[in-house]
Each structure stands twice: as C-alpha cells, then as structure tokens.
C-alpha cells in the first residue's frame, strides 16, 4: 500500500479513537469545552465525538473522502478553541501536562493541512 493510499486510513484512524475516547473518557473533554458554549459540556463531548466518528467513516470510505476530509480540516479549525481552553486552564498544572496543553496548539495546523492533502488526493487516487 502507497503512501497516499495509507494516508486517509491513519487519519480516519487518528479521527475514530479519538471520537471513540471522547465516550470512553468524557470527563477529559468536558473539562476543555469552552465555557462560552451554550448547554452542558457533556453534549459537546459527546457531540463531537459522534462527529469525529463519522468523519472517520467517511474519510475511510473512497467515495465519500473528499468532501468529509474537507470537513475534517474545519472540524480542526473549529475545535481549536476547546484546545486554547485547555492550555489556559492547565497553566497551573505539572510541567508534563502543562507542556502537553501548550504542544496541542501548534499541532492543530498539521492536521488541518493533511485533512486538506487527504480532501485534494479525492477518492483513493494514488
């Protein structure tokens, strides 16, 4: 398997643990749903999980990748307050996880750009 046949498939595999651990572990992400928010942080938390979800399912899926590797790339660019509000609210804590905050910031971006190289590589295309 290429390189950019591979590259879909680790995202949407980044993209469903990482909705499989918002229900598995959802007090981790309560606590980072910005408090502007309207309603309870658990209907972020799990909201955004379902997203994640079926964002990996279609990104997974060749004739749906495009468009759902699109919106990946906003559902990172939407999510990046939530990770602001964690590096803020863990500014006081042990440098291990204070630096794991701060360190999320700046990944944002990568991920972005490879939902956006997944979105332009259209359906499997190698």
């Not at 990482?18 to 909201?47: C, E, K, M, Q, S």
């Not at 060749?62 to 509000?85: I, S």
Request: aromatic letters at 8%; zero cysteines; charged letters at 15%.
């Amino acid at each position: 398997m290429s390189r950019s046949q591979r590259s879909p498939l680790l995202l949407a595999g980044l993209l469903a643990a990482a909705g499989v651990a918002h229900f598995a572990t959802p007090r981790t992400f309560d606590a980072i749903v910005p408090r502007a928010l309207p309603g309870p942080p658990r209907a972020w938390t799990y909201g955004s999980g379902a997203v994640e979800l079926a964002l990996a399912a279609g990104i997974a899926a060749p004739g749906t990748r495009a468009p759902a590797a699109r919106a990946a790339a906003a559902f990172f660019v939407g999510v990046f307050p939530a990770n602001v509000q964690m590096a803020v609210d863990w500014r006081d804590r042990p440098a291990p996880l204070k630096t794991a905050a701060l360190a999320r910031l700046p990944l944002q971006l990568p991920l972005v750009l490879w939902a956006r190289a997944v979105a332009r590589g259209g359906a499997g295309r190698s």
